[in-house]
């Protein structure tokens, strides 16, 4: 079973920086990406940002400019980071971890989600 751990959530004022982490483990498959979702009180869970295994970027509008993805290997893990800066309060919202595995069918796997909080 895929196992992701997040960190680095917590309590930040309006303009400060962030360093979400995301540990991934014991995945059989490669993985086909790594994503950030964010999910704000009342809002729909939406896409921050993804890698892909070749290591494209993609950023939702929200973000460009002020959010960088990346991601690095070791032996038995993957680490996906997302470096916040500029916050502002509309980013506050619980951030989860999304990987995808090179399985068929696809599928996909979620972290248990930090919470960020950015006080204006």
């Known amino acids: 079973q895929v196992q992701l751990v997040e960190s680095g959530g917590g309590l930040v004022q309006a303009g400060g920086s962030l360093r979400l982490s995301c540990v991934a483990s014991?995945?059989?498959?490669?993985?086909?990406?790594m994503a950030w979702y964010r999910q704000a009180p009342g809002r729909q869970r939406e896409l921050v940002a993804t890698?892909?295994?070749?290591?494209?970027?993609?950023?939702a509008d929200s973000g460009k400019g002020r959010f960088t993805i990346s991601r690095e290997y070791a032996k038995n893990t993957a680490t996906v980071y997302l470096q916040m800066n500029s916050l502002q309060s509309e980013d506050t919202a619980v951030y989860y971890c999304?990987?995808?595995?090179?399985?068929?069918?696809?599928?996909?796997?979620w972290g248990q989600g930090t919470q960020v909080i950015v006080s204006s």
């Open positions: 999304n990987v995808e595995l090179k399985q068929v069918p696809r599928r996909q796997y």
């Open positions: 014991r995945f059989r498959y490669s993985i086909n990406y």
């Open positions: 890698i892909a295994s070749a290591g494209t970027t993609n950023y």
